[in-house]
């Protein structure tokens, strides 16, 4: 069940939104297309945001296009990633649609949820959106990839896990690998991952013995355990992206090579970067810690995404 009515976000309605959290100017953009749908999951009626890109595959309504679906982090929303992450220009240059569903409650159901979380049955969710864009449109089923912040990223997490023969490729912001996803899951195969992890995140520890106390990969054990799970050799080629003098943080990516089947693992970590998403016009507060805006976390991404579809070596 497809539906909801169409909003229309523009760019006066978005600049008031980033304004009050302290930001500069935020990136142009006008009549941004994002409608609220409804899906029906066992009875229980769900809902999401899709933004239709400005641009279609080669301009071309027919040709499929991909879909992203990124999931929000604990009490933030679906309307709250979608102007945090503010996918718009990556999304518009690839024609690529977005959908960002809501949780059911604060939080998804992952093990790193509280136990009241468990039962929600968000995976099936996922199955109903992503069957009802396919109802409005040409959608290519080799190119459907999840990415989430926070909570969000342990729940997309548990989607490429559960669902890795249709979800193509995984990405990963403000967190590292949850350790009840990365030891009980029945991963289906190699899943090309990039992650976005800050060093000095407050909320998801980059030390791995602090980050065990909380059920979680701290970023040295994410990458070990990418690593491994993806048949990569076991150490990284490490690229210094810079520093970014504005926030004091640097970049430096970690790429493991010879992967399985093309399933490649690029591991960005934040140097004194906090619970942050790299390059977006808004900020979470200052409690969260400093953001990178050196390092685009949309088009590193998309890039990552369509470099990465299923059925070609990925």
Known sequence: ??????????????TGVLAGCGDGTPTGVVDVQTAWHDVDVLGATRRYRLYEPLSTPNGDVRTPAPLLLLFHGATQGAAGIELMSWLYGAADAEGLLVAYPEAAGDYWNTPNSPPSYWSVPDVQFVDAIVEDVALAHALDRDRVFVAGF???????????????????????????????????????RPMPTVVFFGDADPQFFWDDGLAAAVGMLGGPGSMTWLADHNGCAPEPTIFDLGPDPDSGTEAELSRFPDCADGADVDFYRLIRGGHTWPGSPMNLGAGFGRKNRTLDANSTMVDFFLSHPLGTGS
């Open 1 to 14: 069940m497809g539906g909801g009515g169409r909003r229309w976000l523009g760019v006066v309605a978005l």
């Open 150 to 188: 926070s909570n969000g990223a342990i729940f997309a997490q548990v989607v490429a896990c559960l669902r890795g023969e249709s979800i193509a490729a995984l990405a990963v912001v403000g967190a590292g690998m949850s350790a009840g996803v990365s030891a009980s899951c029945p991963w289906h």
